[in-house]
């Protein structure tokens, strides 16, 4: 591999890092310790490092992007340093040797985090091949969309459709609704976008330096970002580059291809894609590949899927910073214990379960070398022992994913989540350890230029190649939901219940008001407010009539080297014909009181004397059978546990039954 080195300044405080350096070396692997009013940063302990390390520091999701120093440089070989705010923030930090150069830099998202479940809102591109053949898979996915704080919208193209008119579709869709975050997310072939003038002669070299006479990767290069750019020209005119080894990268004025290599404007959604056209290696069709991707999805977003929190880097560039990619992102996702950099690819992932994993070499379309080709992702897969999540994988030519058994692709229909060509440039999902969703990080990567550092090779920032590989919305630790979720409405006032998640001790509810898009808190704000620990609740805040969903969610603390973020599961949801309360105040028809109760039940009717009581949980268990002689002796629940129940009372006289739902809360 040619390499392209272009000394840059970066914003503030950057020089440049130059090839030198293996990419180890060159990253702080910073971890974060949140304390009483701020954060303490720490890295490896190197008591070869005698020279300054200097901190900076911005809001961590705000308007404001400019770095600000936050404080005096630190003598090295100190590994620690403290920083006094309130606010959550984003760090960066770099080592100057004694001779003032840079040697290393780190970044980490820093905060306590109780974000709103509401994240936006997804627009699906669906290939109509798969939108005919796995309904059941993309039906399952638009509720776990919504139930993971998404709303969404669909798009179904024909594959002879032009980007150009995909674009203005997702356009149209984009400007329907005002939503902070929205993504898209491409299922199946959609028509690929091609641009660039990647050449010697052209305006940048190939994004792995195989320019002309050096393996001839010339020409267009596949384009995603197209459909997230809606600032920038996409001009097809001004180019003739038939030099590419392959057609599909010939790129002259006027073909469909477009013109530019560097990303004319700004990225302004998160956006993957996930294809299995064209991927023979493989016996499963692109319909059965992409079938098996969204199942293994929803697993994952449903907590079922074995994992280990741990990471694993194969680094076969030693004199490259290529895997500095690995080394940064991890080292704020992963415990620095958990991670390894001494273990091979297949041979560890085949062994157990790791959550992230990079790989890097000298490669071609479908081989890595140091770590396999696309042959082993088959083998492994066909032996389901491929065990990892999230995987990184960086060498010439596979970046290039709309390739025969590409190498990325490959990875995804093996058994991976997510993937991307990270190195070139150096990516940044480091947010993820603090909640955010990886196409979160993809846009924060093709957008960057200077306000990270880029990696500075073959001056690939920017670059429309670029592309995320998975389901952009995918989070990196999931919870597992609560499940039988019932709601009730009786007497003015809506009855939950649901079965405990085996993750969480905390739970929040919600009304999905899917014509407002919102997400309305029924527990968490207002006058109903309550840390919800019990695996029932009861409503009282609901004024008005009609059909409702509702959803409860399970919440716990994530701590990760970033600090520590509430995580939620997915929303679990259960539909409800309501009566409002108020309607219901003059009537007062509740035939049992008090509800909830701590311990006895009784009957408002004082004309009943004698009669049959039996107790039903929401299973439909009897769990409670008494016989009362009159009405004010009603009967001692404090032998059930907390719940709902459902009581029903047989007059002994008239055979006249009623029954009721009631909360025990002991």
């Not at 990270?452 to 690939?460: C, I, K, W």
């Amino acid at each position: 591999m040619k390499k392209y080195i272009f000394s840059l300044v970066f914003i503030m405080f950057f020089s440049h890092l130059g090839f030198a350096q293996v990419a180890k070396t060159q990253v702080l692997s910073l971890t974060i310790s949140p304390i009483a009013d701020g954060f303490e940063i720490e890295w490896p302990e190197n008591s070869s490092r005698t020279g300054t390390y200097q901190f900076f520091y911005r809001e961590l999701y705000g308007t404001d992007r400019a770095w600000k120093s936050a404080g005096e440089p630190l003598k090295g070989p100190s590994n620690k340093f403290t920083y006094k705010t309130t606010n959550n923030v984003e760090f960066a930090a770099q080592y100057l040797n004694p001779n003032n150069q840079a040697e290393a830099i780190g970044y980490i998202a820093a905060g306590v985090l109780n974000e709103p479940i509401l994240k936006g809102r997804t627009i699906l591109v669906i290939d109509s091949l798969i939108s005919a053949e796995a309904q059941s898979q993309l039906a399952t996915l638009k509720n776990d969309l919504l139930a993971s704080g998404w709303f969404y919208d669909e798009l179904i193209v024909k594959r002879s459709e032009s980007p150009e008119a995909i674009k203005d579709k997702i356009q149209y869709l984009l400007a329907k609704g005002s939503f902070e975050n929205n993504t898209v997310y491409i299922i199946g072939h959609v028509p690929v976008p091609y641009s660039g003038y990647f050449s010697s002669t052209g305006t940048r070299p190939p994004p792995d330096g195989h320019v002309e006479g050096s393996g001839n990767h010339t020409g267009a290069w596949p384009a995603d970002v197209f459909y997230a750019d809606f600032e920038g020209i996409w001009e097809d005119i001004l180019i003739k580059c038939t030099t590419g080894s392959q057609s599909r990268h010939h790129n002259i004025g006027g073909d469909g291809k477009f013109d530019p290599s560097e990303l004319p404007g700004k990225a302004s959604v998160d956006l993957g894609r996930v294809d299995f056209y064209d991927m023979p290696a493989f016996s499963e069709s692109e319909v059965e590949l992409t079938k098996e991707y969204l199942e293994r999805t929803h697993k994952w977003k449903m907590g079922e899927t074995p994992y280990v929190k741990r990471a694993l880097i194969d680094n076969n560039f030693g004199s490259l910073n290529l895997a500095s990619t690995g080394y940064h992102n991890f080292s704020c996702l992963i415990q620095k214990d958990s991670i390894f950099d001494d273990r091979d690819y297949f041979k560890s992932q085949a062994l157990g379960n790791y959550l992230w994993s990079y790989g890097c070499g000298a490669g071609s379309y479908t081989s890595c070398n140091g770590i396999g080709n696309t042959n082993n992702f088959v083998q492994y897969k066909n032996k389901d022992s491929f065990n990892n999540i999230f995987t990184i994988l960086a060498g010439s030519y596979f970046g290039d994913w709309d390739s025969k058994n590409n190498l990325l692709r490959a990875s995804l229909a093996a058994g991976s989540l997510a993937t991307f060509w990270g190195g070139i440039p150096k990516w940044y999902i480091h947010h993820m350890g603090l909640g955010k969703h990886i196409g979160y990080g993809a846009r924060i990567t093709q957008n960057n230029s200077t306000e990270y550092f880029n990696g500075s090779f073959n001056a690939s920032f920017r670059g429309v190649h670029i592309a995320l590989l998975g389901d952009p919305t995918l989070t990196m630790i999931p919870v597992k939901p609560v499940k039988n979720v019932k709601a009730i409405s009786e007497n003015g006032r809506v009855m939950l219940s649901w079965s405990p998640s085996s993750d969480a001790t905390q739970y929040e509810i919600y009304r999905i008001d899917t014509v407002n898009k919102a997400y309305i808190p029924v527990n968490t704000s207002g006058d109903c407010q309550m840390i919800l620990s019990d695996t029932f609740f009861v409503d009282e805040c609901n004024w008005s009539s009609g059909d409702y969903i509702y959803g409860v969610l399970a919440a716990t603390g994530t701590t990760t080297p970033s600090g520590m973020y509430v995580n939620r599961s997915l929303l679990t949801t259960a539909v409800v014909n309501h009566t409002n309360s108020m309607s219901n105040v003059a009537s007062n028809k509740q035939l049992f009181y008090p509800n909830p109760t701590n311990k006895y039940l009784f009957i408002k009717d004082s004309k009943i004397t004698t009669g049959n009581w039996n107790v039903i949980d929401i299973s439909g268990r009897i769990v409670l059978s008494q016989y009362v002689s009159n009405s004010s002796s009603g009967i001692d629940l404090s032998v059930l546990e907390n719940g709902l129940y459902l009581v029903n009372y047989r007059d002994a006289a008239t055979g006249q039954s009623d029954e009721s739902w009631i909360i025990v809360s002991h």
